[in-house]
């Protein structure tokens, strides 16, 4: 799979085993996911189901690899949670056919988590508590706030902030996410309507827009800069 991918323009990162699979996706943010339904220990199936339950790569495309394609093993696969299932033995074919079955998937999640550098204040509230921050970056998964106050990982907060030429203020609910260097604060949105999405993702598209023409027709990054499994 590295060998294949890799000329294609990926960032492959290889993992022996599930546990060290999950040791690599609690710190890395990948655009796709590779795991091998057999392995010693912690299987493919399980990997696959402790992977959607993670916080940082529980949405990115999944393909499965079995030497077994039964309807079966499919059906397993994908109830834990796979987004593409894949029989052995892969050949360079199979693999190219994959990987452009996967690329809407990939770059969907890979613009989900691209950020972009964003100056404004952001207006918070947490039950009757109301305050403001200031935000460093947005995503149309999330931002980058400072400072991060009190607080706590996986708390809950409302928030409201304007983009440049947006119809309203978007209004957002967001979840604590981890806290970085600098006190600032990660958060990722965790319900927003479909206006405000629509006017957030225009914003975003504008700003990649921008980042292209910036770098003077250089070619732009692979839709699936990352793999691993």
């Known amino acids: 799979m590295q060998a294949v991918l890799e000329p294609l323009g990926c960032e492959v990162l290889i993992a022996a085993d599930a546990k060290e699979a999950e040791r ?3 710190t890395h943010k990948v655009d796709g996911i590779i795991v091998d339904a057999q392995m010693p220990g912690v299987d493919g199936f399980e ?3 402790s992977i959607r339950e993670s916080r940082m790569n529980s949405r990115a495309p999944i393909v499965l690899l079995s030497e077994v394609d039964d309807a079966a093993t499919m059906r397993k696969g994908f109830q834990a949670g796979a987004t593409f299932f894949l029989g052995k033995p ?3 074919e199979r693999v190219y056919h994959l990987f452009n079955a996967a690329r809407g998937a990939m770059i969907g999640e890979q613009r989900r988590h691209e950020r972009f550098p964003f100056r404004t204040t952001v207006r918070c509230a947490r039950g009757e508590e109301h305050f403001s921050l200031e935000s460093i970056n947005l995503s149309e998964g999330g931002m980058l706030l400072e400072p991060s106050g009190t607080m706590e990982l ?3 907060f409302d928030l409201e902030f304007a983009v440049p030429h947006g119809p ?3 209004r957002a609910r967001a979840r604590a996410l981890r806290k970085e260097p600098s006190d600032r604060l990660a ?3 965790v319900s927003l309507d479909i206006e405000d999405r629509l006017a957030l993702r225009h914003h975003l598209n504008g700003c990649a827009d921008d980042s292209r023409a910036s770098k003077d027709g250089s070619s732009t990054p692979h839709p699936w ?3 691993c499994g």
């Open 24 to 26: 690599c996706l609690t």
């Open 47 to 49: 990997l696959t189901r």
């Open 90 to 92: 892969l050949t360079r």
């Open 154 to 156: 996986d708390q809950e």
């Open 168 to 170: 309203k203020p978007i």
């Open 187 to 189: 958060v990722e949105f």
């Open 225 to 227: 800069q990352e793999a």
